[in-house]
């Protein structure tokens, strides 16, 4: 189907969650290629907004995101994946999910959970 | 905290789970007022990319995010908020999540599930 690419200069946000614990993972952004190359492979594709590049996530870890299910949104403008995290772990700091800092009453970041894996191992940094 | 605004022209996407469920409702835009306004207020609150204006959500259909926790990714860029959905459908639709149609094998979306109100009804449109 046709996606909304056209909000954000060609980008659209991608919601990923775990198939399995439903926890949202992270969020990242695909462009039309990204789009394509998920849907053929079965892996999970992004526009780097860093780096400017095709990102495959997982290429240099080996943790990659075999999409289960794909979901969009009322407007065409948002994806959602479902996925099973290889490795577990989504964040390159090494933790399950990029949203592992919950705020307090005074709306300071906590973080919560510990990483499952050390991100200087794994990305030999 | 401070987050980073700076990505997409003075927006970061957030998203919304209901608290309960886990499921994914939707994925809206903050700009830094509406940041602000959701802490303060306790109720989430947007900016409509469609409208130009600051959005909180359900005050037109009465259908507020009660917000119950609020996460903060690794780089401070896109938000996630567990909420209490009041009237349970997030979806402008009717329909509980936004995230309605799932792709079937060929890559065609197929709406799932029903409406739990009438839009009609709701917005009076």
Same mark, same amino acid.
């Given at each position: 189907?046709? /996606?909304?690419? *056209? +909000?954000?200069? %060609?980008?659209?946000?991608?919601?990923?969650? @775990?198939?399995?614990?439903?926890?949202?993972?992270?969020?990242?952004?695909?462009?039309?290629?990204? #789009?394509? +190359?998920?849907?053929?492979?079965?892996?999970?594709?992004?526009?780097?907004? *860093?780096?400017?590049?095709? #990102?495959?996530?997982? *290429?240099?870890?080996? !943790?990659?995101?075999?999409? &289960?299910?794909?979901?969009?949104?009322?407007?065409? @403008?948002?994806? /959602?994946?479902?996925?099973?995290?290889? %490795?577990?772990?989504?964040?390159?700091? %090494? !933790?399950? *999910?990029?949203? !592992?800092?919950?705020?307090?009453? +005074?709306?300071?970041?906590?973080?919560?959970? &510990?990483?499952?894996?050390?991100?200087?191992?794994?990305?030999? +940094?």
């Amino acid at each position: 189907m046709d /996606l909304d690419f *056209s +909000k954000i200069d %060609g980008l659209l946000p991608a919601v990923v969650q @775990d198939q399995a614990t439903g926890e949202v993972l992270m969020v990242a952004f695909m462009n039309q290629e990204a #789009w394509e +190359k998920t849907l053929e492979t079965g892996e999970a594709h992004y526009w780097s907004r *860093s780096r400017d590049v095709l #990102w495959h996530k997982g *290429s240099t870890s080996g !943790h990659v995101q075999k999409v &289960r299910e794909v979901w969009v949104d009322c407007d065409a @403008d948002t994806v /959602l994946l479902k996925v099973e995290q290889v %490795g577990r772990a989504a964040c390159h700091t %090494g !933790h399950v *999910s990029c949203f !592992h800092r919950r705020l307090d009453e +005074k709306g300071e970041p906590v973080t919560v959970g &510990r990483p499952v894996f050390d991100p200087k191992k794994v990305y030999g +940094k």
